[in-house]
Nanobody
Framework: QVRLVESGGGLVQAGGSLRLSCAAS????????MGWYRQAPGKQRELVAD???????NYADSVKGRFTISRGNAKNTVYLQMNSLKPEDTAVYYC??????????WGQGTQVTVSS
């Protein structure tokens, strides 16, 4: 079992920045990758960015060049630095951890609101 706790959401003006954090606890060695998804009202949940234990990263086209995903030294923490935020980035952001057996764990979600 893996437990994920997110922090760092909030309200920001367009063009501003926010940093999300996610700390994992439990069966850390079982985790293959960690990442962030988001879900806006009336839309499906979508991948924002993820990072594997080997450090490979993957980004949605809509956030490339603006968002950066990284891991802490202890490997059980993942960060999402979000710059040049746009109103369309408004969503609930969920931390995700995928195990080597492809089981997905989810955090409780944190609201990010970007005002125009």
């Amino acid at each position: 079992q893996v437990r994920l706790v997110e922090s760092g959401g909030g309200l920001v003006q367009a063009g501003g920045s926010l940093r999300l954090s996610c700390a994992a606890s439990g069966s850390i060695p079982s985790i293959r990758a960690m990442g962030w998804y988001r879900q806006a009202p009336g839309k499906q949940r979508e991948l924002v960015a993820d990072i594997t234990t080997g450090g490979s990263t993957n980004y949605a086209d809509s956030v490339k060049g603006r968002f950066t995903i990284s891991r802490g030294n202890a490997k059980n923490t993942v960060y999402l630095q979000m710059n040049s935020l746009k109103p369309e980035d408004t969503a609930v952001y969920y931390c995700n951890a995928e195990s080597y057996t492809l089981y997905n764990y989810w955090g409780q979600g944190t609201q990010v609101t970007v005002s125009s």
